[in-house]
């Protein structure tokens, strides 16, 4: 008995020692250094404000008595009452905007003796300045630059119409000052640039998200916001905005707004005369394992690969770096139960511009195994569907991202009258590597957008 219980055990060891081992996991590493370095991307804006719109707005803003003096005794024994009378009209020269206001006056002159009364008509010509504060806020100086009387005050002192030069003058001064002050103050009100700056500024730090569906999120993370001065062209006032930013495109969950900083203050930029528009960002986009492995897992869990009466079916995929490869790991179930592991590299295909994974493998210990107990499994079938699912889910996110853009970029009206328009012309992939948060890759966009604004705000 005890020979015969030697013999089972011996012969138990030898079955054992004849099995092969499964593959050992790849060790799990990262290159510490970067290999992407971030680029600053302009992003130029330009602004159009419609001549005609803004003469609308100020129409509509600037109607009924626009100045008015009830008091006979604050110096002047005038009271003055200025009606608008008609539309006004806008034109605009160099930096300038030029207002032309007609008006309609009612006039009472306290002559010492009893109060006389007339009446006048008036066309008014201001041109409007400009200026803007470090804080964005936009300020407009309106001055008188000439006016015409379309009929001269005359008052009536009894059964006479008498001509009067110096209340006319009067007039002119006081009403000069009340009528600019309300132009400013309309366009103050009306166009709160330091508004419109400050809410973009903040958006710019919250996450965009460009597709729902595949989850994938655009960063623009400014560093620095200018202005070109306001110049008047073909009937538009016309400004670009120019922002600097480092921007990430990240894929996933929604990722957490990037750190905010203060808004800088206000400076002009200057653009020279090449790429003077448009956008040039280039954006580091990052995949986490998770993610890609979400997505790959779409196409691959449950795929059976069999032959004969033996099988395999996948039941799982992880992720992960060691150095510069990604190494998949491919948890099966059926004839074999275990992982089987593959590695490859990413690179760019700059015929194609796509990222794929280059020389996509079975690490040494799988192949073996897979030779001496699965090799039906080693014929290629299981590793091509592996390689296409890389290459796709890198590929088609990247695509999908520029597809979204280039759908908000069609039209989008950012307030009532304020409209965004633009187009992205191209997107190229440059550099592609692993790092411990996940795939990072190197993407430039170029295109262009600007704003039209058809009249000042309406709020």
């Known amino acids: 008995m005890r020979i015969l219980a030697s013999i089972i055990v011996l012969l138990s060891l030898l079955g054992i020692s004849c099995k092969t081992t499964k593959p050992t996991r790849p060790l799990e590493s990262y290159n ?16 159009n404000i419609d001549l005609k719109g803004l003469e609308k707005t100020l129409n509509e803003k600037l109607t009924g008595t626009l100045y008015e003096d009830n008091d006979l005794n604050d110096g002047d024994n005038m009271k003055v009452k200025a009606v608008k009378d008609g539309i006004i009209k806008i034109d605009a020269e160099g930096m300038a905007i030029k207002y032309q206001l007609p008006l309609d006056l009612w006039i009472q002159y306290d002559t010492g003796f009893g109060k006389v009364e007339g009446t006048a008509k008036l066309t008014m010509d201001f041109v409007s300045n400009y200026s803007i504060e470090p804080n964005w806020q936009l300020l407009t100086q309106s001055k008188l630059e000439k006016y015409e009387w379309k009929e001269k005050p005359r008052m009536q002192l009894g059964a006479l119409s008498i001509p009067v030069a110096s209340i006319a003058n009067i007039i002119i001064n006081r009403s000069e000052e009340m009528i600019g002050e309300n132009i400013d103050k309309m366009v103050s009100e009306s166009f709160k640039l330091e508004e419109y700056i400050a809410n973009a500024w903040k958006l710019m730090f919250e996450p965009y998200e460009l597709s729902p569906e595949y989850q994938t999120w655009l960063l623009t993370k400014p560093n620095d916001i200018g202005m070109t001065p306001i110049v008047v062209e073909n009937g538009q006032i016309k400004s670009t905005i120019v922002v600097e930013s480092k921007p990430e495109l990240l894929f996933g969950l929604a990722p957490m707004p990037s750190r905010f900083k203060p808004l800088p203050n206000f400076a002009f930029r200057y653009l020279g005369d090449d790429n003077d528009q448009g956008f040039q960002i280039y954006v580091e986009a990052t995949m986490s394992y998770n993610e890609a492995e979400d997505l790959s ?95 796709f889910l890198l590929d088609y996110n990247l695509k999908e991202a520029q597809k979204q853009m280039k759908e908000t970029l069609g039209g989008y009206e950012i307030a009532e009258g304020i409209l965004m328009k633009g187009s992205l012309e191209d997107l190229k992939l440059y550099n592609a590597y692993i790092t411990e948060d996940g795939f990072k890759v190197a993407v430039s966009l170029n295109g262009e957008i600007e704003i039209d604004i058809a009249g000042l705000n309406k709020k």
């Open 297 to 391: 897992k779409k196409s691959l869990l449950g795929e059976r690969f069999e032959q004969g009466k033996r099988y395999v079916v996948v039941e799982d995929i992880d992720l992960y770096g060691q150095g510069n490869k990604l190494v998949i790991d491919l948890k099966m179930s059926g004839s074999y139960n275990g992982s089987i592991f593959l590695t490859g590299t990413p690179v760019f295909n700059a015929k194609r511009n796509r990222i794929e994974i280059e020389n996509l493998d079975y690490t040494l210990d799988s192949k073996n195994f897979l030779i001496k107990s699965l090799a039906w499994m080693g014929k290629g079938t299981i590793k091509k569907m592996i390689q296409d699912n890389m290459d």
């Open 32 to 47: 510490q250094e970067d290999r992407f370095e971030p680029q600053a991307s302009i992003i130029r804006i330009p602004i």
